[in-house]
């Protein structure tokens, strides 16, 4: 008798515990403010998806939108514990002043949908922009002959009466790095560079970096970043 009740009793609590493992998904960060960006143009921001359930997190669909937003996902299980990165790619086309989208994550943990949100003020006239003027507000790093283009440097322009902290807020680590000036008086123009890292020299690619003003409202800015590499053409220090 006393055997049937210690099975009872331990069939209980392993269906009890097993009811009560879910699985999770917990999102660091769910906004993002890209600033001003200009038209005709692809902006991008990775989003961290953690699984902290007991139990793998399947990721299930991912809802852009809207077409001109794309969300390509590392990888779409994770084990308890893990994490991967979910990109938010925006194409601002002939948008014009302040566009929100809210993309919607779908997984095993059941509705309601996780959702993310991206910001962003698209500006006709990138030159117009207030208190930092970005020159040129798109950055080409094409490869269009055998001889390496690997960095760029672009101006800061602070149009503003204030001096301004520069701050880095995101960008595509993987890509390339961005080296900032850490302050700029009124009126100055200051040079920034890009630096491309060496495994993407061999690639094509469409990326971002955000960057942020020390003003009292934290005016942000993305620019864009293109490289294509011509047909034909291999990056002289690319097997290196």
Known sequence: MKKSVFVLAALFFTSGSAAWAVPRLTLPETVFNFGFC?????????????????QPLKITNVIPGCSCTRAPLDKDLLGIGDSTQLDIIFSTKTSLNRVSKTPQIQTNEGPPDKRLQIIATIVAQPD?????????????????????????????????????????????????????PKVIKPGELAKGRLILNKSALVKSFQKSFTIQAGDEIGSRFTIPVKRTIAAGIVPASAGK
């Open 38 to 54: 200009p038209q005709n143009s692809e902006v991008s921001h990775k989003f961290w998806l953690i699984s902290t359930g007991d």
């Open 128 to 180: 117009s922009t207030f208190p930092l003027v970005i020159q040129p507000y798109k950055l080409d790093v094409s490869q269009k002959t055998d001889n390496i283009i690997d960095r760029i440097e672009f101006g800061i322009r602070n149009v503003s009466d204030e001096e301004l902290t520069i701050e880095f807020i995101s960008g595509a680590d993987d890509y390339f790095q961005v080296e900032l």
